[in-house]
């Protein structure tokens, strides 16, 4: 039963804190930004002025599919956040600029990131389907491995929370030094980066909860 109600209430938060994302980002996306740039200019002045050069910044489809490849050492943006000259679109590539800058520095938490990614992969796609199956079938050492290799994918959400808090500072302090945005925008931006990071937040919170509840069933199993 309580397996279900997290499920619930976390669907519900993500559905809320999605909405609270798209509704940012689509109030921003009507408002041009006073320099007229677009997300790939913005993203390439940020580059230029790093000296970061030689990163890509390439268009991609979909919706908000925006990311930092650190195997190809590319910006790739949404189509329509590459092309628009919009207030969200500019925060947005400003964001995922952060990421070369932070591939660029070093930073640890964005390797430590990159290197649980096999672990999270596996984590997340094995971890869930082994815990449901020794609960079904009575079995605690199953459920206790299922609940430990759930861990890593908790563990990989965590550690991505300041990789994407710390692409959004860097993101709004680009914005600020190279002004690429007026006082009115730059308010703007700032909400939709953060509207944007509480995604990564909520998504967290979730998978923390599942774990707790695993560990509290895997504990209890082990008592009978």
Same mark, same amino acid.
């Given at each position: 039963?309580?397996?279900?109600?997290?499920?619930?209430?976390?669907?519900?938060?993500?559905?809320?804190?999605?909405?609270?994302?798209?509704?940012?980002?689509?109030?921003?996306?009507?408002?041009?930004?006073?320099?007229?740039?677009?997300?790939?200019?913005?993203?390439? =002045?940020? $580059?230029?002025?790093?000296?970061?050069?030689? @990163?890509?910044?390439? +268009?991609? *489809?979909?919706? &908000?599919?925006?990311?930092?490849?650190?195997?190809?050492?590319?910006?790739?943006?949404?189509?329509?956040?590459?092309?628009?000259?919009?207030?969200?679109?500019?925060?947005?590539?400003?964001?995922?600029?952060?990421?070369?800058?932070?591939?660029?520095?070093?930073?640890?938490f964005m390797r430590l990131r990159s290197a649980l990614v096999p672990l999270a992969n596996l984590s997340s796609q094995v971890g869930p389907y082994a815990f449901i199956y020794g609960l079904m079938?009575?079995?605690?050492?199953?459920?206790?491995?299922?609940?430990?290799?759930?861990?890593? =994918?908790? $563990?990989?959400?965590?550690?991505?929370?300041? @990789?994407?808090?710390? +692409?959004? *500072?860097?993101? &709004?302090?680009?914005?600020?030094?190279?002004?690429?945005?007026?006082?009115?925008?730059?308010?703007?931006?700032?909400?939709?980066?953060?509207?944007?990071?509480?995604?990564?937040?909520?998504?967290?919170?979730?998978?923390?909860?599942?774990?707790?509840?695993?560990?509290?069933?895997?504990?209890?199993?082990?008592?009978?």
């Open positions: 039963m309580w397996f279900y109600i997290i499920g619930g209430l976390s669907f519900l938060a993500s559905l809320l804190i999605r909405g609270w994302l798209n509704t940012a980002y689509r109030k921003w996306g009507a408002v041009p930004n006073a320099r007229g740039l677009s997300g790939e200019v913005a993203s390439r =002045a940020i $580059l230029r002025a790093n000296g970061l050069e030689q @990163v890509g910044v390439q +268009a991609v *489809r979909g919706k &908000l599919s925006d990311h930092y490849d650190p195997r190809s050492k590319s910006v790739r943006l949404s189509e329509s956040n590459y092309a628009n000259a919009s207030v969200a679109a500019l925060a947005v590539a400003a964001h995922e600029t952060g990421h070369a800058l932070q591939d660029a520095q070093g930073y640890g079938g009575g079995s605690t050492l199953i459920l206790q491995v299922g609940a430990l290799l759930f861990a890593g =994918a908790v $563990l990989f959400h965590l550690v991505t929370l300041p @990789v994407e808090f710390d +692409a959004s *500072r860097r993101a &709004l302090r680009q914005i600020e030094r190279l002004g690429l945005v007026s006082e009115a925008e730059h308010d703007g931006a700032k909400r939709v980066l953060f509207a944007a990071g509480m995604t990564y937040v909520a998504a967290a919170a979730t998978s923390f909860a599942y774990l707790i509840y695993m560990l509290a069933w895997s504990r209890r199993a082990a008592r009978r």
